[in-house]
């Protein structure tokens, strides 16, 4: 690439969001900021904004609105509010790649708007792929549009593919730390506090994926995403607990071999393999040492400890709307816990309830997805009582 690209982030002031703006502050050269969209945080919006010469800001919530517009009055940055001018952010014309970095379910319909208008993705919300993989996938073929995935799983993944012909995979082998809660016994599961399940021994992310860290929630989700991004079986899909989290993911091939991807807990490396990719980017930081981890340890995920990794396989299995209604369950019940409304062990009884109670569509739409994330956040809220 010789050219800047020109860059739309979803999701700018998230921890995501935030890194990104770091590697493009790197590599002013290579990318330019068109579009940054936030939620709430006007005040970060703004500043980012001013700093990097954005030509549109969209705040999420239309209440923030008028806030943003005098602290960018004097610009001439256009200021908008909203879903739909979220999604029109992401089908801009003047927007060669899109980093999706936004939390939950309010990136799928952005994510359909980009492939729509052609758009690279460098995706790092998995929700997209969990609650519409089949659709958002089939979409991006018929429009020719390469997602590259953020997530540091997927990305150890899409490397150790490389080169590789696709009929000698045997299986992925994906690895997670175990959360903040890995060496706490099941039994005392119930006494958890938000304070505790977000203190995550190597990651550092918003609040929302730390939890589904400590739950596993988002390894559950990152199987679902696996499997469309890379056309593997459930079956071929294994998840290990790697406690030091330096070895990312692998994949084991027909004749035994596997072959994976290492590097520091930093995700300024997964998104700047999005970003730059095919090429990778020169980064001048301290090189990777292995001789820092003299002890590198694997081991089997406890499905007592961590239910919700077998229900998101559950959920892969029966396709249609089931990761929907868990994604969307998931969503209300992690933010019940974190504002103290419901108990840890509570996400999981509130994702299975709503699961058992739900309608199914086997073959959705995206309109059909739209309802089921409703439904699923009404039985959620009803079973915490809320």
Avoid at 20 to 48: G, H
Avoid at 71 to 77: C, D, E, F, H, V
Avoid at 349 to 366: E, V
Wanted: with cysteine; aromatic share 6%.
């Amino acid at each position: 690439m010789s050219s800047k690209q020109r860059i739309t982030i979803l999701g700018s002031t998230g921890s995501i969001g935030a890194q990104t703006l770091d590697i493009v502050r790197s590599y002013p050269e290579r990318f330019a900021i068109t579009t940054l969209v936030a939620n709430s945080n006007w005040q970060r919006l703004a500043q980012d904004a001013l700093m990097f010469g954005a030509q549109r800001v969209v705040i999420g919530d239309k209440s923030h609105y008028n806030a943003l517009c005098e602290a960018l009055s004097g610009s001439n940055i256009v200021v908008e509010a909203g879903s739909d001018a979220i999604c029109a952010a992401a089908a801009d014309a003047d927007c060669d790649m899109v980093v999706n970095a936004l939390v939950g379910y309010a990136g799928l319909h952005p994510t359909a708007a980009a492939i729509e208008s052609g758009k690279r993705i460098a995706l790092a919300n998995k929700e997209t792929l969990v609650v519409g993989g089949d659709i958002i996938m089939r979409e991006a073929r018929k429009h020719g549009v390469e997602i590259v995935p953020i997530d540091s799983e997927h990305s150890a993944i899409m490397q150790c593919l490389e080169g590789e012909r696709r009929e000698h995979l045997r299986r992925l082998i994906i690895t997670c730390s175990g959360g903040a809660l890995r060496d706490i016994p099941c039994e005392e599961l119930r006494t958890v506090t938000p304070d505790m399940a977000l203190r995550h021994p190597q990651w550092s992310m918003g609040a929302k994926i730390t939890i589904d860290s400590a739950t596993l929630v988002n390894k559950g989700f990152e199987v679902i995403e696996a499997h469309w991004l890379f056309n593997v079986e459930a079956e071929r899909i294994k998840v290990v607990i790697h406690p030091q989290s330096i070895v990312h993911s692998m994949v084991e091939f027909s004749d035994g071999s596997v072959k994976a991807q290492l590097g520091t807990a930093d995700m300024r490396t997964p998104i700047s393999y999005a970003m730059f990719y095919p090429e990778r980017a020169p980064h001048p930081q301290e090189e990777f040492s292995i001789l820092d981890y003299p002890t590198l340890s694997f081991r089997e995920v406890d499905n007592a400890k961590y239910p919700a990794l077998g229900i998101a396989y559950e959920c892969l299995e029966r396709r249609g709307t089931a990761a929907c209604t868990m994604n969307g369950a998931n969503e209300v019940a992690v933010a019940a816990f974190l504002g103290g409304k419901c108990g840890y062990c509570d996400i999981v009884g509130a994702i299975r309830y709503a699961l058992d109670n739900a309608s199914f569509s086997s073959s959705p739409t995206l309109d059909d997805y739209d309802k089921a994330n409703i439904e699923a956040r009404e039985l959620a809220s009803q079973y915490l009582k809320l």
